[in-house]
């Protein structure tokens, strides 16, 4: 039973394999014969049930090492089940950052998640000329805290840094930055749940007239 990375599980869990199909090929020189070929190995979680595809490659002569790959990728991070929820103009980006952090493009997901701060505080303060000015009006408007402003331009900056001077982000700069937009966001969201909440909820009766 092979254990496998699930992204629904968010770890290490026993996997079924489902199917197997196995690819190969030769080189017959008469000095440097060499083999190689791939697996295909289609698993399913005993946990969630979710199927993947993964592919190991292996050669008589170099050592393939531990290269799986997957399908759909590994995640280590999985879309908030509010993103259905959100404006669209928002929903998409977030779901492109999403397909980069799949494909382990760091800089892009950095930029993605930098332009998806720049269309929220448009949308919610107007295209001032900068983003410190945008951040003020968030401030004054009262969406975010001072200490919120200094952690969005710490990921204003990462994502100005990915664009400009190619700075790699780490594991940790985009799960940082990810934190931060997707904060920012669901804070939007439950500004408006809460609107409905109180308009649904039945006022408290006069105790004078009871
Ligand atoms: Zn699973």
């Not at 399908?71 to 089940?81: D, E, G, I, Q, V």
């Not at 448009?122 to 951040?135: A, Q």
């Not at 401030?139 to 952690?151: F, H, M, P, Q, W």
Request: some cysteine.
């Amino acid at each position: 039973m092979p254990k496998s990375y699930c992204n629904y599980c968010s770890g290490l869990t026993n996997h079924e394999e489902v199917a197997v199909r196995a690819t190969s090929g030769h080189d017959g020189h008469p000095e440097y014969p060499c083999e190689w070929g791939t697996y295909y190995r289609m698993l399913q979680c005993l946990g969630c049930e979710t199927v993947v595809l993964r592919v190991d490659h292996w050669h008589s002569e170099y050592d393939m090492g531990d290269q799986s790959e997957f399908y759909p990728p590994r995640a280590s991070r999985r879309p908030p089940l509010w993103m259905w929820q959100i404006p669209d103009g928002w929903r998409v980006l977030l779901a492109e950052i999403y397909t980069a952090l799949q494909a382990d493009s760091k800089r892009l997901a950095m930029m993605g998640a930098r332009a998806l701060l720049d269309v929220y505080m448009n949308d919610n303060v107007g295209d001032l000329r900068t983003f410190d000015l945008k951040l003020s009006a968030l401030v004054e408007k009262g969406r975010i805290t001072d200490s919120d402003k200094a952690v969005l331009v710490a990921a204003l900056e990462a994502g100005h840094a990915a664009t400009h001077r190619g700075h790699l982000p780490s594991d940790a700069d985009i799960a940082h930055a990810m934190d931060i937009v997707e904060n920012l966001l669901q804070r939007h969201l439950l500004q408006f749940s809460a609107e409905a909440l109180a308009k649904a909820t039945p006022p408290r009766p006069n105790k004078k007239q009871v």
